[in-house]
């Protein structure tokens, strides 16, 4: 098993990285949960696949389940579904003494993490991420929210779980799609902060050979975003290095109404073409976007950007929560393991998209 600890000045919590541990996960959770009602939020597709196995698992360690799920999809992370939660959870007597359960990818946790954080002021939660992309991002860090039409993760709070239990094992049943979309932010780590991360990747010979390696992939990825967060808890400074990508990323999920690419297939687009883009203004070193482009194709991931409208991604870049009046903050590579930010002017960002 990996371990390891969040130390906040106001929140300490575990990470727990271990194969099969969703096999004890009733026994894990009775370690820091002793009252009896446990309320479980998840969504369809992993309510079908683990639903039943979980409510057996918890209710033979002695706790009252009850569960609620949404559909699977982004579109779930939305007002209309945050209140069928809270009234679900209500009718069933939920109190500030119990613990809210979310057992599902990105969407789930953010919608779970903001239920928890809001309802009857502040109820404990635990986080069960079951993609790759929330085991090694989404879950960790506090960051919870829901979407508005408009853009997202425009409403949402700071809001840390009591534990992270990450069991590997679950990402087997991913469908191909969703492995490599996590897969994007594993690469971003590497870009980012750990150049030998990026270079096992690449030599990496088969989806086997990954996924016997895939608790130390997780943990390394985990370890980055722990120093990070413990730096910058609240996002207004170098915890934004951890949005490579996502600049450009969120305004090409945005202008497809987020239905044509993944979170992880646009945050690859963007990670090439704003690396393409500060090569060509000497601010990275010449060759590091053909290594991400070559990282990127192994994993099945696009780099080229769709056709869009400059104008219609720009309305998008304004609504980045790195924004403000007059600048954005915009991360950059000096090179494979060196991430950093810039700010510029808003008339700027066209030189990098």
């Given at each position: 098993?990996?371990?390891?600890?969040?130390?906040?000045?106001?929140?300490?919590?575990d990470?727990?990285?271990?194969?099969?541990?969703?096999n004890?996960?009733?026994?894990?959770?009775?370690?820091?949960?002793?009252?009896?009602?446990?309320?479980?939020?998840?969504?369809?597709?992993?309510?079908?696949?683990?639903?039943?196995?979980?409510?057996?698992?918890?209710?033979?360690?002695?706790?009252?389940?009850?569960?609620?799920?949404?559909?699977?999809?982004?579109?779930?992370?939305?007002?209309?579904?945050?209140?069928?939660?809270?009234?679900?959870?209500?009718?069933?007597?939920?109190t500030r003494?119990?613990?809210?359960?979310?057992f599902?990818?990105?969407?789930?946790?953010?919608?779970?993490?903001?239920?928890?954080?809001?309802l009857?002021?502040?109820?404990?939660?635990?986080?069960?991420?079951?993609?790759?992309?929330?085991?090694?991002?989404?879950?960790?860090?506090?960051?919870?929210?829901?979407?508005l039409?408009?853009?997202?993760?425009?409403v949402?709070?700071?809001?840390?779980?009591?534990?992270?239990?990450?069991?590997p094992?679950?990402?087997?049943?991913?469908?191909?799609r969703f492995?490599?979309?996590?897969?994007?932010?594993?690469?971003?780590?590497?870009?980012?902060?750990?150049?030998?991360?990026?270079?096992?990747?690449?030599?990496?010979?088969?989806?086997?050979e990954?996924?016997?390696n895939i608790?130390?992939?997780?943990?390394?990825?985990?370890?980055?975003?722990?120093?990070?967060?413990e730096?910058?808890?609240?996002?207004?400074?170098?915890?934004?290095?951890?949005?490579?990508?996502h600049?450009?990323?969120?305004?090409?999920?945005?202008?497809?109404?987020?239905?044509?690419?993944?979170?992880?297939?646009?945050?690859?687009?963007?990670?090439?073409?704003?690396?393409?883009?500060?090569?060509?203004?000497?601010?990275?070193?010449?060759g590091?976007?053909?290594?991400?482009?070559?990282?990127?194709?192994?994993?099945?991931?696009?780099?080229?950007?769709?056709?869009m409208?400059k104008?219609?991604?720009l309305e998008?870049?304004?609504?980045?929560?790195?924004?403000?009046?007059?600048?954005i903050?915009?991360?950059?590579?000096?090179?494979?393991?060196n991430?950093?930010?810039k700010?510029?002017?808003?008339?700027?960002?066209?030189?990098?998209?």
């Amino acid at each position: 098993m990996y371990e390891l600890n969040i130390k906040l000045p106001d929140k300490k919590y575990d990470i727990f990285i271990q194969k099969g541990i969703i096999n004890n996960i009733g026994e894990e959770i009775k370690k820091i949960y002793k009252n009896k009602k446990i309320f479980v939020i998840t969504d369809s597709n992993v309510n079908r696949i683990y639903g039943e196995q979980l409510k057996k698992n918890l209710a033979n360690s002695g706790f009252e389940v009850y569960f609620v799920v949404v559909e699977a999809g982004e579109k779930s992370k939305s007002i209309s579904v945050l209140e069928y939660v809270y009234n679900q959870l209500l009718e069933n007597g939920i109190t500030r003494g119990d613990v809210i359960v979310t057992f599902g990818g990105g969407v789930v946790g953010d919608l779970g993490g903001f239920v928890a954080s809001t309802l009857l002021r502040g109820i404990k939660f635990i986080q069960i991420p079951t993609s790759l992309l929330s085991q090694i991002d989404s879950s960790i860090g506090g960051k919870v929210a829901v979407n508005l039409p408009i853009g997202k993760n425009l409403v949402g709070s700071f809001y840390h779980p009591e534990v992270v239990y990450i069991d590997p094992e679950l990402l087997k049943t991913l469908e191909k799609r969703f492995l490599y979309d996590g897969m994007a932010e594993v690469i971003k780590y590497g870009c980012i902060r750990d150049k030998q991360l990026l270079e096992k990747l690449l030599l990496y010979e088969s989806e086997e050979e990954l996924f016997k390696n895939i608790e130390e992939v997780i943990y390394k990825c985990c370890d980055i975003k722990r120093a990070i967060v413990e730096e910058d808890e609240k996002d207004t400074g170098i915890r934004m290095i951890l949005n490579f990508g996502h600049t450009i990323g969120h305004a090409i999920e945005r202008y497809f109404d987020y239905e044509k690419y993944t979170h992880g297939e646009a945050v690859a687009m963007g990670m090439y073409h704003i690396t393409q883009k500060s090569e060509s203004l000497n601010e990275t070193e010449k060759g590091t976007a053909n290594i991400i482009k070559d990282v990127l194709i192994k994993y099945n991931l696009s780099y080229e950007l769709p056709d869009m409208k400059k104008e219609k991604i720009l309305e998008a870049i304004n609504l980045d929560k790195k924004s403000n009046a007059d600048s954005i903050s915009i991360v950059l590579l000096d090179n494979i393991g060196n991430g950093y930010l810039k700010k510029i002017k808003r008339e700027e960002i066209f030189d990098y998209i």
